[in-house]
């Protein structure tokens, strides 16, 4: 059984397309994070949800748009894809923030 | 703002050999973690580090957190190819955690 779950796992898309990324967690944890990992690796947080509610929104483009229906779910959507975006997104839960965090697979998103 | 930077960038060692990395904050760290990536993986919690000078061990690897607590190591002793990956440090901030720039470590048999 996973415990967090991200769909698709591969994204592939032409610059000007909207896409969504999904995340599950059935660790029952209340907080939600998006990553995004570039080409060298580096891993930067986009934004975190704490029970539904939006507490990280780094400097990221507002064609980027976060959605938590729920405790256990925090989707991702992108309007108006660029080649920049083109990374590894992940997804992470953890009980609360600061607490440790559980990872996602993975969307590897690729704009062409 | 908050930066956390990891040395070195990359590794190369002999299988046995040990292998260090250090992290350093731009800031006073409430707490810090430390996360290991396989070559197309995703990040795995390795450990926490709180309090001052904490020294934590698992098997092969040892945890350090500076007295000051804006860096911290991480020491693989004895090193073996399963040991392959990127190793992140993760300082805490205000309810996130800034990720370092990573160490790669590759580990030739």
């Known amino acids: 059984d996973t415990a967090v779950s991200q769909t698709p796992k591969y994204l592939v898309t032409q610059m000007g397309n909207d896409k969504s990324i999904k995340c599950e967690q059935n660790?029952?944890?209340?907080?939600m994070y998006w990553y995004k990992q570039d080409s060298k690796k580096f891993l930067k947080i986009m934004f975190s949800y704490n029970n539904k509610e939006l507490i990280i929104n780094e400097t990221v483009p507002n064609r980027f748009s976060p959605k938590s229906p729920d405790k256990a779910h925090l989707n991702l959507h992108i309007n108006s894809l660029e080649l920049g975006d083109s990374a590894v997104y992940f997804c992470a839960s953890s009980q609360e923030p600061g607490y440790e965090q559980y990872f996602g697979p993975g969307t590897r998103l690729t704009v062409t | 703002g908050q930066q956390v930077m990891q040395i070195p960038q990359y590794q190369h060692v002999q299988e046995g050999e040990d292998f260090t990395t250090y992290c350093n904050s731009s800031?006073?760290?409430?707490?810090i973690q430390w996360y290991k990536q396989r070559p197309g993986g995703h990040p795995v919690f390795l450990i926490q580090l709180v309090k001052s000078g904490e020294v934590k061990k698992q098997k092969r690897l040892t945890f350090q957190f500076g007295e000051a607590k804006k860096n911290s190591s991480l020491h693989i002793t004895a090193t073996q190819t399963t040991d392959v990956g990127t190793y992140f440090c993760?300082?805490?901030?205000?309810?996130?955690?800034?990720f370092g720039t990573g160490t790669r470590l590759k580990v030739l048999a």
């Open positions: 660790l029952g944890h209340d907080t």
């Open positions: 993760a300082g805490a901030g205000t309810y996130k955690y800034i």
């Open positions: 800031t006073t760290l409430s707490n």
